[in-house]
Protein backbone atom coordinates (compact mmCIF):
# COMPACT_ATOMS: atom_id res chain seq x y z
CA UNK A 1 0.00 0.00 0.00
CA UNK A 2 1.08 3.68 -0.90
CA UNK A 3 1.50 5.79 2.24
CA UNK A 4 -0.32 8.67 2.11
CA UNK A 5 2.12 12.03 2.17
CA UNK A 6 3.59 12.89 5.57
CA UNK A 7 2.87 9.65 6.75
CA UNK A 8 5.80 7.78 8.80
CA UNK A 9 6.59 4.48 7.98
CA UNK A 10 5.58 2.22 11.14
CA UNK A 11 7.52 -1.08 12.62
CA UNK A 12 5.53 -4.07 12.92
CA UNK A 13 3.42 -4.30 15.93
CA UNK A 14 4.45 -6.49 18.87
CA UNK A 15 1.22 -9.37 19.02
CA UNK A 16 2.18 -9.27 22.57
CA UNK A 17 1.31 -5.49 22.73
CA UNK A 18 -1.92 -6.14 21.19
CA UNK A 19 -3.06 -8.52 23.61
CA UNK A 20 -1.42 -6.66 26.54
CA UNK A 21 -3.96 -3.25 25.71
CA UNK A 22 -6.57 -4.94 24.54
CA UNK A 23 -6.38 -7.30 28.19
CA UNK A 24 -5.79 -3.72 29.96
CA UNK A 25 -9.13 -2.21 28.37
CA UNK A 26 -11.12 -5.77 29.68
CA UNK A 27 -9.69 -4.80 32.99
CA UNK A 28 -10.93 -1.13 32.96
CA UNK A 29 -14.16 -1.35 31.21
CA UNK A 30 -13.98 -4.37 34.52
CA UNK A 31 -13.79 -1.63 36.86
CA UNK A 32 -16.41 -0.61 39.43
CA UNK A 33 -16.43 2.80 38.30
CA UNK A 34 -20.46 3.04 38.53
CA UNK A 35 -21.25 1.94 34.58
CA UNK A 36 -23.50 5.06 33.18
CA UNK A 37 -24.85 5.22 29.52
CA UNK A 38 -22.70 8.27 28.49
CA UNK A 39 -19.21 6.59 29.55
CA UNK A 40 -17.18 5.49 27.08
CA UNK A 41 -16.49 2.16 26.09
CA UNK A 42 -12.56 1.83 26.46
CA UNK A 43 -12.59 -1.91 24.88
CA UNK A 44 -14.75 -1.40 21.94
CA UNK A 45 -12.31 2.10 21.36
CA UNK A 46 -8.89 -0.24 21.12
CA UNK A 47 -10.91 -3.41 19.46
CA UNK A 48 -11.65 -0.79 16.97
CA UNK A 49 -8.12 0.49 16.75
CA UNK A 50 -6.61 -2.70 16.53
CA UNK A 51 -9.51 -3.88 14.31
CA UNK A 52 -8.76 -0.78 12.09
CA UNK A 53 -4.65 -1.03 12.45
CA UNK A 54 -4.31 -4.87 12.14
CA UNK A 55 -7.45 -6.30 10.86
CA UNK A 56 -5.27 -9.85 10.47
CA UNK A 57 -4.30 -10.38 14.20
CA UNK A 58 -7.34 -8.91 15.60
CA UNK A 59 -10.68 -10.41 14.51
CA UNK A 60 -14.59 -11.15 15.05
CA UNK A 61 -13.41 -13.80 17.27
CA UNK A 62 -11.27 -12.27 19.75
CA UNK A 63 -13.86 -9.35 20.11
CA UNK A 64 -16.73 -12.19 20.18
CA UNK A 65 -14.80 -13.93 23.56
CA UNK A 66 -13.88 -10.47 24.72
CA UNK A 67 -17.68 -9.34 24.76
CA UNK A 68 -18.93 -12.93 26.28
CA UNK A 69 -16.10 -11.85 29.15
CA UNK A 70 -18.32 -8.69 29.46
CA UNK A 71 -21.60 -10.33 29.53
CA UNK A 72 -20.55 -12.22 32.18
CA UNK A 73 -18.64 -9.13 34.45
CA UNK A 74 -21.71 -6.86 33.62
CA UNK A 75 -24.52 -9.78 34.51
CA UNK A 76 -25.90 -8.57 31.25
CA UNK A 77 -28.06 -10.83 28.54
CA UNK A 78 -25.45 -13.00 27.63
CA UNK A 79 -24.03 -12.35 23.65
CA UNK A 80 -25.63 -8.88 23.91
CA UNK A 81 -21.58 -7.15 24.43
CA UNK A 82 -20.60 -10.03 22.49
CA UNK A 83 -23.03 -9.38 19.09
CA UNK A 84 -21.84 -5.58 19.20
CA UNK A 85 -18.31 -6.12 19.09
CA UNK A 86 -18.44 -8.38 16.49
CA UNK A 87 -20.87 -5.55 14.16
CA UNK A 88 -17.69 -3.39 15.08
CA UNK A 89 -15.36 -5.67 14.39
CA UNK A 90 -17.20 -6.30 10.72
CA UNK A 91 -17.39 -2.57 10.13
CA UNK A 92 -13.66 -2.14 11.24
CA UNK A 93 -12.93 -4.90 8.68
CA UNK A 94 -15.14 -3.45 5.50
CA UNK A 95 -13.24 0.66 6.29
CA UNK A 96 -9.85 -0.05 7.63
CA UNK A 97 -8.58 0.56 4.32
CA UNK A 98 -10.32 3.93 3.66
CA UNK A 99 -9.59 4.85 7.36
CA UNK A 100 -6.10 4.53 7.33
CA UNK A 101 -5.70 7.31 4.41
CA UNK A 102 -6.76 9.80 7.22
CA UNK A 103 -4.81 11.70 9.85
CA UNK A 104 -5.97 10.81 13.39
CA UNK A 105 -8.81 13.21 13.76
CA UNK A 106 -10.81 12.83 10.46
CA UNK A 107 -10.04 8.84 11.50
CA UNK A 108 -12.14 9.76 14.74
CA UNK A 109 -15.06 11.47 12.35
CA UNK A 110 -15.15 8.49 10.16
CA UNK A 111 -15.36 6.07 12.80
CA UNK A 112 -17.97 7.65 14.82
CA UNK A 113 -20.64 5.85 12.73
CA UNK A 114 -18.99 2.38 14.22
CA UNK A 115 -19.41 3.62 17.45
CA UNK A 116 -22.44 4.21 17.13
CA UNK A 117 -23.84 0.99 15.57
CA UNK A 118 -22.56 -0.86 18.56
CA UNK A 119 -23.65 1.24 20.94
CA UNK A 120 -27.19 1.14 19.24
CA UNK A 121 -27.05 -3.16 19.32
CA UNK A 122 -26.40 -3.04 22.63
CA UNK A 123 -29.49 -0.55 23.30
CA UNK A 124 -31.58 -2.72 20.98
CA UNK A 125 -30.89 -6.08 22.42
CA UNK A 126 -31.34 -4.31 25.84
CA UNK A 127 -34.47 -3.14 24.88
CA UNK A 128 -35.53 -6.71 23.08
CA UNK A 129 -34.79 -8.22 26.51
CA UNK A 130 -37.28 -6.23 28.91
CA UNK A 131 -34.51 -3.54 29.69
CA UNK A 132 -35.87 0.50 29.47
CA UNK A 133 -34.41 3.24 27.68
CA UNK A 134 -31.43 4.49 28.70
CA UNK A 135 -31.89 8.21 27.53
CA UNK A 136 -30.15 10.49 25.92
CA UNK A 137 -26.77 9.78 27.41
CA UNK A 138 -26.63 6.55 25.31
CA UNK A 139 -25.70 9.12 22.03
CA UNK A 140 -22.73 11.15 24.41
CA UNK A 141 -20.55 8.17 24.89
CA UNK A 142 -19.95 7.30 20.99
CA UNK A 143 -18.99 10.98 20.48
CA UNK A 144 -16.52 10.47 23.47
CA UNK A 145 -14.84 7.39 21.78
CA UNK A 146 -14.43 9.15 18.74
CA UNK A 147 -12.76 12.22 20.79
CA UNK A 148 -10.20 9.55 22.54
CA UNK A 149 -9.25 7.92 19.02
CA UNK A 150 -6.76 10.21 18.30
CA UNK A 151 -5.18 9.77 21.75
CA UNK A 152 -5.26 6.32 21.69
CA UNK A 153 -3.69 6.65 17.65
CA UNK A 154 -1.28 8.14 19.29
CA UNK A 155 -0.43 5.98 22.16
CA UNK A 156 -1.01 2.84 20.94
CA UNK A 157 1.07 3.56 17.43
CA UNK A 158 4.16 4.63 19.96
CA UNK A 159 6.05 2.10 20.01
CA UNK A 160 6.23 0.78 16.40
CA UNK A 161 7.48 4.56 15.57
CA UNK A 162 10.97 4.28 14.15
CA UNK A 163 13.66 6.96 16.39
CA UNK A 164 14.98 9.65 14.16
CA UNK A 165 18.07 8.30 12.38
CA UNK A 166 20.52 11.24 12.63
CA UNK A 167 23.74 9.05 10.76
CA UNK A 168 24.71 11.91 8.22
CA UNK A 169 26.78 9.10 6.24
CA UNK A 170 23.49 7.23 5.57
CA UNK A 171 21.44 7.93 2.26
Partial sequence: MIMPRGQQLLLPVNPV?????LVAALAFNMLPLGRVAWTPDVLVLLLAFWGVHQPLRVG???????GLCMDVQQSALLGQHALAYTVLMYGT???HR?????RPWSQALQM??????????QVVIG???GGGLPGLGVVVAPLLEALLWPLASWVLLAPQRRAPDHNENRP
Fill in 17 to 21: FIGAS
Fill in 112 to 121: IGLFALAHAV
Fill in 60 to 66: MGLAFAL
Fill in 93 to 95: RMT
Fill in 127 to 129: LFS
Fill in 98 to 102: RVLWF
